[in-house]
């Protein structure tokens, strides 16, 4: 085996459609008459580790089955190896030269990831393997908009994400190119034998992939069921009036009102940028702010949005993204923390939240942000402890919207409001859950309860002796008064943000 040999690592980018890494791997093994061998690397933190999570390693196992079988329809196939890929390139490499393929003739394509450890691995890779001769490149391919291309005019990263969507748009109205097509067939790939120090563990796999949620709850995993779901929400996002993506989204019992793609995005099922060519430009008569298609592709607007806070400043991974909220004293209790990641605070709305979380895998994301809210405004815990929880059991647990996403609720980052911007769980679950029907879902012990008293049952005392419900036996007191929170925490921030520096950005 002397052939020149192409290798496509996939990480993030699960698919055959519009996918630049492959096509440009599959045109460099046919320029140069070698192999193409795609590879997955299994890296430690994805099987274990205090952010790794069950739900979301076994969507991808059952993704990357998948791709297998529609590589190998293709004439391919998918070598998948053992972790980490700083050990397991250079040892890859080390194994095609024993079997005659120089490092030299050896070409290495993938798509560009944007986290700081993503960012770290990829520069280690690329210094363990160009000086031995190894050809490497980075495409795009996991964002509409790269990071580091847009800036404010003053030459630095956005921080409020209104001012960057209207640039956003802007850019992606200037990019006429048409998403790639998915290939029909590919360059062979080369008869190799793995040794075993380099093959995945399957049976550790599996392990690693037994999910917390309820699997039938689960999406179904793999590109093809994402573009059959991407297929109806396209059509949905551009329905009007009450069946419409605007009317619908905020409601958190519509099981059908949100698109549920984004654990397709986080594993590049799908790729964003042509769901967003699918949709805009808007027609004239669409183009307001609050059409299905705007309000639509603005949520993938806000993973590119997120994609680059952290891209611009990797140290808002583990600490505030305004330096000074790291100075805030949370409560260090144990229970005010367990309490909420087991649904046992007594608001329902939070209750049925994290329940919905721990089923599924999934949560709404009002409801994301009523349950962050809650745990660091109501209950003064961490920003960190629930960023991490949500990454345990999240099927699209994306490090950066994640992570921006907490930090937006705990006003330590990017929201252009002040600190004190504070949801009351029963003002948002009478706005968002208005007949109570999202909470006697995921809440039974309530179920004979209606609106307004599902949502505050403490202030109720006739609906909960007609429904024969006893707090602190059928279900729990609420753990904490809002109204005093709220003043708690005013008081705690205040101390915390007396010397806060001026917002990044515009």
Excluded at 307 to 316: C, E, G, I, M, N
Aim: net charge neutral.
């Amino acid at each position: 085996m002397s052939e020149p040999m192409t290798i496509l690592w996939l990480r993030r980018d699960l698919r055959l459609a519009d996918h630049p890494a492959l096509i440009a791997a599959a045109e460099d093994a046919r320029a140069s008459g070698g192999k193409l061998l795609p590879i997955f690397i299994w890296e430690p933190g994805v099987m274990a580790g205090r952010r790794a999570s069950s739900n979301r390693t076994w969507y991808l196992r059952e993704s990357l089955r998948e791709l297998s079988q529609e590589l190998e329809a293709r004439g391919s196939t998918l070598m998948e190896l053992q972790g980490p890929a700083t050990s397991a390139l250079p040892a890859l490499i080390e194994h095609l030269a024993s079997n005659g393929v120089a490092p030299a003739k050896i070409s290495l394509f993938f798509t560009r990831d944007h986290t700081p450890y993503a960012r770290a691995r990829d520069r280690a890779v690329a210094e363990l393997l160009t000086p031995r001769g190894v050809s490497v490149h980075a495409t795009r391919g996991l964002t509409v908009v790269e990071p580091d291309e847009l800036l404010t005019g003053g030459g630095t990263a956005y921080g409020v994400y209104t001012p960057y969507f209207r640039r956003w748009l802007e850019r992606v109205a200037l990019n006429t190119e048409s998403p790639l097509k998915a290939p029909t067939k590919l360059p062979s790939p080369p008869s190799l034998t793995l040794p075993g120090s380099l093959q995945s563990d399957a049976a550790a796999i599996d392990r690693a992939a037994q999910p917390t949620a309820k699997v039938a709850l689960l999406p179904v995993p793999g590109e093809n069921a994402a573009r059959a779901v991407a297929e109806r929400w396209i059509t949905a996002a551009r329905g009007n009036g009450a069946n419409g993506y605007a009317a619908r989204r905020n409601t958190l019992a519509d099981e059908d009102g949100t698109s549920r793609l984004s654990a397709a995005l986080h594993l590049g099922l799908l790729s964003p940028r042509e769901l967003v060519s699918r949709l805009l430009p808007l027609p004239p008569e669409r183009e307001g702010e609050r059409s299905g298609e705007r309000l639509w592709v603005s949520q993938i607007a806000w993973r590119d949005f997120y994609t680059q806070v952290l891209w611009h400043a990797p140290h808002a991974a583990r600490s505030s993204w305004k330096p000074a909220y790291d100075a805030i004293e949370w409560d260090e209790r144990d229970e005010p923390f367990n309490a909420w990641r087991e649904g046992r605070t007594g608001y329902p709305i939070v209750d049925a939240a994290m329940r919905q979380l721990h089923e599924t895998g999934f949560m709404h994301n009002r409801a994301r942000m009523i349950t962050a809210s809650f745990l660091t405004k109501d209950l003064l815990v961490d920003w960190r402890k629930g960023e991490e929880h949500f990454l345990q059991h999240l099927v699209d647990g994306d490090v950066a919207a994640n992570n921006g996403g907490w930090q937006w609720s705990a006003g330590s980052g990017t929201d252009a409001q002040p600190y004190f911007r504070i949801f009351n769980p029963v003002t948002q679950a009478g706005n968002f859950d208005p007949d109570g029907a999202y909470v006697r879902r995921w809440i039974p012990e309530l179920a004979a309860l209606m609106a307004p008293a599902i949502h505050a049952p403490w202030a109720h005392a006739a609906a909960l002796a007609a429904a024969g419900i006893t707090l602190g036996v059928h279900y729990p007191e609420p753990i904490v008064d809002h109204a005093q929170a709220r003043a708690r925490t005013l008081e705690a921030y205040a101390r915390a943000v007396k010397a806060l520096p001026a917002p990044r950005g515009e």
